[in-house]
């Protein structure tokens, strides 16, 4: 719908997530508006057995399963052998997907997108957590595993950003990151 009314050379860029550890804090951050999270006592007792909290179509529920491909406004269910061709069509929309866990080496590589010069950005944390609570691999594994659409969309678009930032140069990348972060 936003390319209906944006000029047709206009850029798109987006952001992704590690399901496993965005799924923790989604637990944390939409339990108020997720029945399925408001009915788990915890996250391991929600992790233990999702499907007896979560019920598909319930008004919020969208927050407990597979967030960024709906937010990214892609079919569920889909045959899984159609996810490649989902993400393929994906990356011709957003030529760019940042990593918020390289959130630094994303704003480079955008910056060179949108051929801005070298010292045209700086950051600082805003709305960030100070400690984000321990989550365990166990925990981690289970949340990709409930997440598979989640996850099958990150580890595309994590191989994806990797190989732009190889074509970008990887030592470049490592300069302009440590100028940044000065």
């Known amino acids: 719908q936003v390319q ?20 923790a804090s989604a637990f944390s951050y939409f339990r108020s508006a997720s029945p399925a999270f408001r009915r788990s006592p915890s996250l391991d007792a ?13 008004l919020g529920n969208h927050y407990a399963r597979n967030l960024q491909w709906f937010d990214f406004g892609l ?3 889909v045959p899984p052998e159609k996810i490649p061709e989902i993400l393929q069509n994906l990356e011709k929309i957003f030529p760019l997907v ?7 080496e994303s704003l480079v590589l955008l910056r060179d997108q949108l051929c801005w010069p070298e010292d045209s950005m700086d950051t600082f944390a805003h709305n960030s957590r100070d400690s984000p609570g321990k989550i365990s691999p166990e925990q981690i594994r289970r949340l990709r595993a409930w997440n598979s659409l989640d996850w099958a969309l990150y580890s595309h678009l994590n191989r994806s950003f990797w190989r732009k930032a190889e074509k970008f140069g990887i030592s470049r990348l490592r300069a302009e990151v440590s100028q940044l972060r000065q």
């Open 98 to 104: 940042l990593l918020a866990e390289n959130f630094d």
């Open 75 to 77: 079919p569920d269910p």
């Open 46 to 58: 929600f992790l233990a057995s999702p499907s007896r909290f979560f019920q598909p179509g319930i």
């Open 4 to 23: 209906k009314v944006m000029p047709k050379d206009s850029f798109y860029f987006s952001i992704v997530r590690d399901p496993g550890t965005l799924g």
